[in-house]
């Protein structure tokens, strides 16, 4: 038994409360089953320009392998909430610890997509809390978590929307979302 099948997500309704009711990664995944997540930016302003950290995804991760994400990001679990998920990824993903009040949200977004890995189907039906976090961090300082991450880099803001604008499958922000944060 995988990651997928023990890892438990509580349903959510439209409006992003709990139903009651929970399922596994794999199958809130195969059927597409609404769930929770939260994103985090942790940016800085340097020489005058705003820079965002990102996070490549580990090469075994279940979607978008390779790819250049936000600067961290997990479902919530089972009985957790938006805000502790996001503290519980940075520490796990990053290795940074912050306390609640250094995390900004930022609003909430539903998100829907129906991609293909490794030959399955990706049917992610999400609502997802968006936070910002200004830190300016050296990535050599980071802790990164091997099975999720495989290194970490500050990019210029503007250049990530450029990026984003022309759909570059190296990255795999959402535009919507990182246009409004």
């Known amino acids: 038994m995988d990651k997928q099948d023990i890892e438990m997500f ?21 059927k597409g089953i609404l769930h929770g997540a939260s994103h985090i930016f942790i940016y800085r302003v340097k020489n005058n320009k705003i820079e965002i950290l990102l ?3 580990s090469s075994n991760k279940d979607s978008f392998p390779n790819c250049l994400d936000t600067s961290s990001a997990g479902h919530v679990e089972a009985g957790m909430n938006f805000d502790d998920t996001a503290l519980k990824e940075l520490k796990e993903e990053l290795g940074i610890i912050v306390n609640a009040s250094e995390i900004h949200y930022e609003y909430k977004m539903r ?3 129906i991609d293909e890995f ?13 936070y910002t976090l200004k ?14 991450v495989s290194e970490a880099i500050w990019l210029d803001g503007d250049y990530i929307a450029d990026r984003l604008h022309h759909k570059d499958p190296e990255f795999c922000i959402f535009k919507d979302e990182y246009d409004k944060v």
């Open 55 to 57: 996070q490549r995804r």
């Open 135 to 148: 830190k300016d961090i050296d990535v050599s300082d980071l802790k990164l978590q091997k099975e999720e």
């Open 111 to 113: 998100y829907s997509s």
């Open 118 to 130: 490794y030959g399955k189907i990706f049917n992610n039906q999400e609502i997802i809390y968006i």
């Open 10 to 30: 509580d349903v959510l309704d439209e409006d992003g409360h709990k139903t009651g009711e929970q399922v596994n990664r794999r199958i809130a995944h195969e």
